[in-house]
């Protein structure tokens, strides 16, 4: 349980994100994993989509490019703002709400939702889910991607943060620049509020299963990206990835 009582909101952070994750292997990494799943998973029908928590638009981008007319949602004002110069002449249509907002900003529903790296910073984040699961319309698919509270475990470990470890204080306090999520979630956290929702689970993904455990990260990105997407859904790989990513459909019988 998160021990902040507000949500994180990244005002002021856009060039640290531009730079010191999508400038990385980090970001490659993530990005390229993503494209390499959802190509295959999401409709392809242009239906409208909604991205929750933009941030600096890669998705919104991504999603206008083929073919979907893309509502992003992004509280941040300077996130925001970088996001709309990334996507200028595509079709997407900036909005600048919480997730708390969105029954009356962007009431759908929709058939596609976006919400990548939004929940593990909010002080509710099985609230903002149900949320979610609220606005999909049925067969509608919701893309969801959360920081993994076990691989969080794990890399502590790894750096000899054993008491931490040992007395699970694995949440950040949501202070400064520090980017340790305040709401770090578990796959059986998702499972269980997906099934409660009506959502059926049709994959789930490991996003940076190997390179966030690398002893020395001067190593070939090419041959990383291939071994990441080669087992991003292989038991037991998967599981230690960084981020989970959750591709959840609601069937037309769901309420």
């Known amino acids: 349980m998160s021990l902040v009582t507000h949500d994180r909101i990244f005002d002021g952070l856009a060039d640290k994100f531009e730079r010191g994750l999508y400038g990385t292997p980090r970001g490659t990494i993530r990005l390229a994993v993503l494209e390499h799943v959802l190509s295959h998973e999401l409709p392809t029908d242009g239906r409208p989509a909604l991205d929750v928590g933009a941030g600096l638009g890669q998705m919104s981008m991504w999603l206008a490019q083929r073919g979907h007319a893309v509502t992003m949602v992004e509280p941040s004002r300077d996130m925001r ?6 996507i200028s002449g595509l079709a ?3 909005v600048d709400a919480p997730w708390q907002a969105l029954p009356e900003r962007a009431p759908g529903p929709w ?5 990548h790296a939004v929940l593990e910073w909010l002080a509710a984040p099985e609230a903002a889910f149900t949320q979610l699961a609220t606005l999909l ?4 698919y919701l893309s969801l991607m959360v920081f993994n509270r ?4 794990f890399s502590n470990v790894i750096k000899g943060n054993l008491d931490k470890a040992l007395d699970d204080r ?3 306090l ?9 709401s770090p979630l578990t796959d059986a956290q998702v499972r269980a509020w997906s099934a409660e929702a009506g959502l059926s689970l049709v994959s789930v993904t490991g996003v940076r299963i ?3 455990y690398l002893a020395d990260r001067d190593v070939s990105l090419d041959k990383l990206l291939e071994l990441e997407c080669r087992h991003c859904r292989q038991d037991p790989h998967w599981r230690l990835g960084r981020y989970l990513h959750y591709t959840l459909f609601k069937p037309e019988t769901a309420s």
Not at 150 to 153: C, G, N, S, V
Not at 174 to 182: A, E, M, N, S, V
């Open 174 to 182: 949501g202070k400064r620049q520090r980017l340790t999520p305040i």
């Open 92 to 94: 997407v249509t900036p």
């Open 150 to 153: 076990d691989a969080l475990r």
């Open 210 to 212: 190997f390179h966030d």
């Open 111 to 115: 058939g596609l939702i976006v919400c």
């Open 81 to 86: 703002e970088r996001a709309i110069a990334n």
């Open 137 to 140: 319309a049925p067969g509608g």
């Open 170 to 172: 694995l949440e950040g």
